[in-house]
T-cell receptor
Framework: AQKITQTQPGMFVQEKEAVTLDCTYD???????LFWYKQPSSGEMIFLIY??????QNATEGRYSLNFQKARKSANLVISASQLGDSAMYFC??????????????FGAGTRLAVHP | DTAVSQTPKYLVTQMGNDKSIKCEQN?????MYWYKQDSKKFLKIMFS???????INETVPNRFSPKSPDKAHLNLHINSLELGDSAVYFC???????????????FGPGTRLTVL
């Protein structure tokens, strides 16, 4: 069974508009972390935002926010005021358990976002 | 002031050769990882090391041998390279936080390996 599902292979958005990238996850572990990474065409993996399973509030980092709905097991990334430089591949990932190398990061298939001027 | 660095960035080699990829992090993290990203962009963990000890070995052929000489370095040696080994290999590092739950992994720039 897929642990992390990103149902949108590709999305596009107009510059300055907001966009939501979907991510659903599957785990029975009460302790887990959810991450979003950005991979531009240059290839590096850039950490964007983290949400812990016990966090009461949705995470925010600048123009990025995570819409965490625990009961629905979804962790959607919202990018506000899109910029041309946001065009990239976006990966949702989950780490079950305690971390520290003992639990792997499981990635979704990614969503390719194109920002149009 | 690069946080996680890898060398080389590109590696082109013939089938059957042996090659190494080096990774260094200057973040003071105690855990390091190797991931493989295939041609469809799918990322999968290969290994993790915590304080130089192998923790995760994710059903990787034994032609792949990681080595961690110290906490700041994790190298990947690949013997008898095959066409299917062509991929981008990412090194990452993390530090288990006081709360034990954050443990964000920071990635290196990747090494694009092409086996001809």
């Amino acid at each position: 069974a897929q642990k992390i599902t990103q149902t949108q292979p590709g999305m596009f958005v107009q510059e300055k508009e907001a966009v939501t990238l979907d991510c659903t996850y599957d785990t029975s572990d009460p302790s887990y972390g959810l991450f979003w990474y950005k991979q531009p065409s240059s290839g590096e993996m850039i950490f964007l935002i983290y949400q812990g399973s016990y966090d009461q509030q949705n995470a925010t980092e600048g123009r990025y926010s995570l819409n965490f709905q625990k009961a629905r097991k979804s962790a959607n990334l919202v990018i506000s005021a899109s910029q041309l430089g946001d065009s990239a591949m976006y990966f949702c990932a989950m780490r079950e358990g305690r971390g520290g190398g003992y639990n792997k990061l499981i990635f979704g298939a990614g969503t390719r976002l194109a920002v149009h001027p | 002031d690069t946080a996680v660095s890898q060398t080389p960035k590109y590696l082109v080699t013939q089938m059957g050769n042996d090659k190494s990829i080096k990774c260094e992090q200057n973040l003071g993290h105690d855990t390091m990882y190797w991931y493989k990203q295939d041609s469809k962009k799918f990322l999968k963990i290969m290994f993790s090391y915590n304080n130089k000890e192998l923790i995760i070995n994710e059903t990787v052929p034994n032609r792949f041998s990681p080595k961690s000489p110290d906490k700041a370095h994790l190298n990947l040696h690949i013997n008898s390279l095959e066409l299917g080994d062509s991929a981008v290999y990412f090194c990452a590092s993390s530090q288990l936080g006081l709360a034990g739950l954050t443990d964000t992994q920071y990635f290196g720039p990747g090494t694009r390996l092409t086996v001809l």
